[in-house]
């Protein structure tokens, strides 16, 4: 199992960029996929989640209303869109396989994890 983030790099404040995830290995549709970052000299946290079959999703309350993720199975794939970025936005963001049914995003329900890709807000 294999997951690749890629389309981190350099914003400016307000602006945006999408996150990729390509899954190998495994059929997406049997997880979930659920998005974390870690910033420096800070635990890692769950942004956002879809479920793996009927497309629920979940967003922290610190991206709420920015940031959409989203998959297409048939591809393989999983994106997170992330609009109107701030400085705190800026960490390392990693994508993982997660278990379903649970009601927060935690280290604890992921099944593989991504390598990381990074995002920096700054002017």
């Known amino acids: 199992v294999q997951l690749v983030e890629s389309g981190g790099g350099l914003v400016q404040p307000g602006g945006s960029l999408t996150l990729s995830c390509a899954a190998s290995?495994?059929?997406?549709?049997?997880?979930?996929i659920g998005w974390f970052r870690q910033a420096p000299g800070k635990e890692r946290e769950g942004v956002s989640c879809?479920?793996?079959?009927?497309?629920?999703?979940w967003d922290a309350d610190s991206v709420k209303g920015r940031f959409t993720v989203s998959k297409d199975n048939a591809k393989n794939m999983a994106y997170l869109q992330m609009n109107k970025l701030k400085p705190e936005d800026t960490a390392i963001y990693f994508c993982?396989?997660?278990?379903?049914?649970?009601?927060?995003?935690?280290?604890?329900?992921?099944?593989?994890w991504g390598q990381g890709t990074q995002v920096t807000v700054s002017s």
């Open positions: 993982a396989s997660i278990l379903d049914g649970y009601a927060t995003l935690t280290p604890e329900i992921v099944v593989d």
């Open positions: 290995g495994y059929r997406m549709e049997y997880y979930g």
């Open positions: 879809i479920s793996s079959d009927d497309g629920r999703t």
